[in-house]
């Protein structure tokens, strides 16, 4: 479920005080935060929770620009790892 999450505390970078799980998934008009796979890659399995939370469109809005070389690899993983769910 969408609100697993919500209630982990992170270290907001740019913020420099702690927010939720919650804050960070939602803070691009409910997207997710650009930064919350760096953010949280080392707390939860978050590229397996955005693949099955968000659309890759979702996603690609959400969390393509400015560091893209990095996230268009995540990104590319995740579409690959859907199209695999829905062939088999
Ligand atoms: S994902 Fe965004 S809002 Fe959340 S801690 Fe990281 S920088 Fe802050």
Do not use: N
């Not at 650009?34 to 949280?40: A, F, G, N, Q």
């Not at 707390?43 to 693949?51: H, Q, T």
């Not at 969390?63 to 268009?72: D, N, S, V």
């Amino acid at each position: 479920m969408i609100e697993a999450y919500d209630s982990l505390i992170i270290r907001c970078p740019q913020l420099g005080g702690e927010v939720p799980f919650k804050y960070c998934r939602t803070l691009s008009e409910e997207l997710p935060c650009r930064k919350i796979i760096i953010c949280w890659e080392f707390r939860i399995e978050i590229g397996k929770y955005l693949s099955e939370h968000f659309s890759f469109d979702q996603l690609q809005t959400a969390l393509a620009p400015p560091t893209k070389t990095r996230l268009e690899t995540i990104l590319e993983f995740i579409e690959k790892a859907k199209k695999t769910r829905e062939e088999g």
